[in-house]
Structure formats: C-alpha cells, structure tokens
C-alpha cells in the first residue's frame, strides 16, 4: 500500500517534470522568433528584420517593394551615412597622429629634462664632495697633521682614478664608431728599435733640416699677437689670419711625409718645427693669460682629405662635431681670469670651403659660464626629432675662422668650437693644422704639463711618447687601425711607458680569425 508522504513525493515529482517540460518549451519558442522592435529601443538585429519586411506579430516574412522614389531616397541617405562613417574616421585617424606625436614630443622634453637633472645632480654632488675634500684638508693642514693630508688626498685621487676608468671602460664597450678609413700604402714593418732612431724620421722627408730629438733646433723667436688680448677678453677667441710663423710650410711637407708611411698626422710633432712653433708662442700665451704657463702633454695634428678620396674617420682628420674642450670651471679660476687658451695653426691655406674652423663668440653662448647645466657640455644632439641633430647654442652667432699659412688663432677651453668639413669642389688644398693648449702654470693639472725647458730639450723617446699619446687622447674621436695599434702597442712595450695603461687603452689590438680584415 502507498502511505501518504509516498503519495506526496511522487505528486511534486510529476509537478517538477511538467515545470521542466514547459521550461524548455518556452525555450525553444523564444529562440525561433525573431527579436523585437520598438521605435523607442531598438537593436543592430531588430533593425535587419526591420529592412527586410519581417512581420513580427505573426513571424512570417513579406518582402515589401517600395516605390522608386523612396529607394532612390535610402540610397542617398546610405551614402550620406557611409561619407559621415568616413569623415568620423578620419577625424579620429587624425587625432590619434596629432595625440602620438605630442606623446613622443612629451617624450623627448621628458628626457631632456631627466637628463638634465641627472647631470645637475651628479655635478651638484661632485661639489660637494669636492668641497669637503678640500675643507677637511685645510682643517688637517691648519692642525699642522701633515700624514692624515697626505692621506685623505691619495685616497681622493685614488677614487677619481677609479672614476675616470669605469669611464674608459665604459666608452670601450659603447664604441659604435665608423670604421676607419685609412691610407693605403706599402709599409715594411720595422721593429720599435728602428722607429725609435731620427734617422727613421729624418729620412721620410729631406726638406726638414736638423736632427730630430737633439732640441737645437728651436730658434727662440717670438711672435707677435698683436691685439689678441682684447680678442680674447671680449669674444672668447682671437684671429691672427696673416703669416705670423714661417715654418708653416716646412711642417706641411713633413705631415704629408708621415702620412704617405702610414704614420696619422700627430707623428708630426717628431720634428724640431712643430715644437718650434709652440717655443714662439709661448711669450704670447704668458701674455694672453696673464701668468706663466705650461704646455699641456697632449698635442694635436689635422690632416683633411678631398672626400672623393677617403671615406669614414680616420685618426687625425677632422673633427666636425661642436663641442667645447673644457668646462667654464676647468677653464677659469674663481676670480674669473682665464686658465686654458687651446692654439690652432694653419700649415696651408685656409679658406671657406676646405676645412676651416668655426667658433661660437661667448657673447652668443648663453651657457658660457653654466657648466652645471647638461647642455653646457652637450652642445649637440642627435637622435631626436626623427635623427636630426639639435644644437644648444644659436648658429646664427657662429663665426668661420679663414687664414693664411702661419697664422694663428686660439680660443678659451669652454669656447665651442669645431671644424668643418672639405669641399670637393674646392679649389684649396684640404686643410692642414696642428693644434695644442697652453695651461696657467698654477692650476691644479700643470703639474702634468711640459715647461718651455722641456720642449726645448725632448728626446727621440720623448716625442713618440707624446705623439703616441695623443692617438690615445683622442681615440673616442676616430677608428684606430690594427696595424697602428700593433706599432704603438710595440713603441709603449718597448720604452716601458706606462705599459699597463696601453693595454688598457689598445687591448684590442690581436687579430681576430674571422674578424673585418679591411680594418686597415
């Protein structure tokens, strides 16, 4: 027998299959007819069954002809409809460039800026080491603790040595410099002992008389400036263009001598004439900075050529990018007279279309004296604004520097300052110079500087080492080619100078087994 509550199961089960039943039966009922419209809601579907005459109180189709008139007049407004879709995309196409180029503006400024601050910040904090540095020694000199001076300066020297490899190898990395394009020539590679005699030298060019490396050779005669002085003070630079040196010439033929042996320019200063110029100059310099001063060790030579002939930077050719050589502080004292005066020589003539150099007048450098800021000393940039290069400074202000033979010019260190490049269609000889700077004898770097003595009386040893230096110096400039860094590297291992800090600086000089052999 069914008790009760068995009765009452089976009764809400039936129940709860007919409520399943009638579920799914409106289901499917629901999906089958087609949506619903209103004129007050409507959708992308209801308006499709809408154009196609869809009945939508029976569910059933009934394709409905319209009038001619009226199809003409949907097919306008479709028209009209699709132009505005147009219109409304090309606004927003438009909007979206001008959006993306404000961004990468915005972009750009926010990076100027950063790295503006950076360097604000970094020399900010460089002050004020140095400040302490300093007042901690006054304080230790005035409690007469001489050991604890000596001391606290070793290990600051100490740090800006560490500082300034990090720098170096740094700069090694990043090195993304053109190949060079060196001359071709055919050189018996000699051994260092032979590159080491005068008669090596001498040899290269019989027009240079004297022997190279004795000294005897510097003829103590004084050149006259003139005016310089007042040039000086009031634009930053000075211009003698008429021949004040007469061995110009004589120097010309030597620099193309060591050229064509497949020596860069610099090895120029191997003969008594490069260094006869700075002899006669020195009174000058005195004179122009108002104190007695020393040649910095690290000289220059500048050999241009017609670009039809040589492609990329070889070492000693042109330097066509604006930069200053110094900051405002390294070239002033705190009283604001002139410490560092750089002195550039024509050997040939010097025109408007083959290599001449162009300087920017302090009157036109806002940031003569703000070397706090980041564009003091990056005067130029590229990369931005679509790989154009953007200068800090007006161009406008810019002033050419043309001269003859032996002529002299020269400006402060921060004065920016570079040269340009050789015109094909010049009818002048490419540009020829030697250059070098001239430091007050009581800054803090003349100790590493040559007096007028010394010049006077350089070896053979001596002046490698200065020519070989200055390869060094400005290696960041150019591409050094193997076979050079192979002869340098075997001159500094042979006079034993400073032959670690060579390997630092040429310690790529081994040749690579599948590496570019067209190096050289």
């Known amino acids: 027998s069914i008790t009760d509550s068995q009765l009452i199961y089976r009764s809400l089960y039936i129940i709860f299959q007919l409520?399943?039943?009638?579920?799914?039966f409106f289901f499917f009922l629901m999906i089958r007819r087609p949506p619903r419209s209103t004129l007050s809601s409507s959708s992308a579907a209801s308006d499709v069954y809408k154009r196609q005459g869809i009945n939508a109180e029976y569910g059933e189709s009934s394709c409905k002809m319209e009038p001619a008139g009226e199809t003409e007049a949907v097919l306008k407004e479709n028209r009209r409809d699709v132009v505005k879709a147009a219109m409304v995309m090309e606004h927003a196409q438009t909007m979206e460039d001008d959006a993306a180029t404000k961004l990468k503006e915005r972009v750009a400024r926010m990076q100027d800026d950063i790295a503006n601050e950076a360097m604000s910040r970094v020399a900010a904090i460089a002050d004020e080491e140095e400040s302490q540095v300093l007042n901690s020694v006054l304080q230790l000199l005035g409690s007469g603790d001489l050991e604890a001076v000596q001391a606290m300066v070793t290990e600051r020297i100490a740090k800006?040595?560490?500082?300034?490899?990090?720098?170096?190898d740094a700069s090694q990395e990043a090195d993304t410099a053109p190949k060079a394009a060196a001359p071709e020539h055919d050189e018996e590679i000699l051994s260092p002992e032979e590159y080491s005699t005068p008669e090596y030298w001498l040899q290269m060019c019989d027009e240079m008389c004297g022997e190279v490396g004795i000294g005897n050779r510097l003829d103590p005669a004084a050149a006259d400036l003139g005016d310089a002085k007042i040039q000086l003070d009031s634009t930053g630079f000075f211009l003698r263009p008429d021949t004040v040196l007469q061995d110009a010439?004589?120097?010309?033929?030597?620099?193309?001598?060591?050229?064509?042996a497949g020596w860069p320019a610099a090895f120029v200063w191997m003969y008594d004439q490069s260094w006869e110029v700075v002899n006669n100059l020195w009174d000058e310099a005195e004179r122009l900075l108002g104190s007695p001063v020393v040649l910095e060790p690290t000289v220059a030579a500048y050999q241009l050529e017609r670009p039809t002939e040589v492609e990329g930077k070889y070492v000693g050719r042109n330097f066509g990018v604006p930069h200053r050589d110094y900051t405002y502080t390294q070239t002033f004292r705190s009283d604001g007279t002139p410490s560092a005066l750089t002195m550039w020589v024509p050997i040939n003539e010097v025109g408007l279309d083959n290599g001449c150099m162009y300087?920017?007048?302090?009157?036109?450098?806002?940031?003569?004296?703000?070397?706090?800021?980041?564009?003091?000393?990056?005067?130029?940039?590229?990369?931005?604004?679509?790989g154009h290069q953007c200068v800090y400074f007006p161009i406008d202000g810019s002033r050419p520097?043309?001269?003859h033979p032996g002529g002299v010019m020269g400006w402060l260190g921060n004065v920016i300052h570079w040269g340009s490049s050789m015109h094909a269609q010049s009818e002048l000889e490419p540009r020829a110079s030697i250059a070098f700077v001239f430091r007050a004898a009581d800054s803090p770097t003349a100790?590493?500087?040559?007096?007028?003595?010394?010049?006077c009386n350089l070896s053979v040893s001596q002046r490698l080492e200065v020519c070989c230096n200055s390869i060094k110096t400005f290696k960041q400039w150019y591409k050094v080619p193997r076979p050079l860094k192979h002869k340098i590297r075997a001159l500094y291992k042979h006079h034993q100078w400073d032959s670690k800090n060579a390997v630092e600086v040429f310690r790529k000089y081994e040749d690579d087994a599948g590496k570019n052999v067209n190096e050289n």
């Open 447 to 455: 100790e590493s500087g040559f007096t007028r003595e010394a010049i």
């Open 19 to 24: 409520f399943l039943c009638a579920l799914l």
């Open 359 to 386: 300087v920017v007048p302090k009157q036109f450098d806002s940031l003569f004296y703000s070397d706090q800021s980041y564009m003091h000393q990056q005067v130029i940039k590229s990369g931005s604004f679509g």
């Open 401 to 403: 520097l043309p001269a």
């Open 160 to 168: 800006l040595d560490k500082r300034a490899q990090r720098k170096e």
């Open 249 to 260: 010439t004589l120097i010309r033929v030597a620099m193309r001598a060591v050229s064509d």
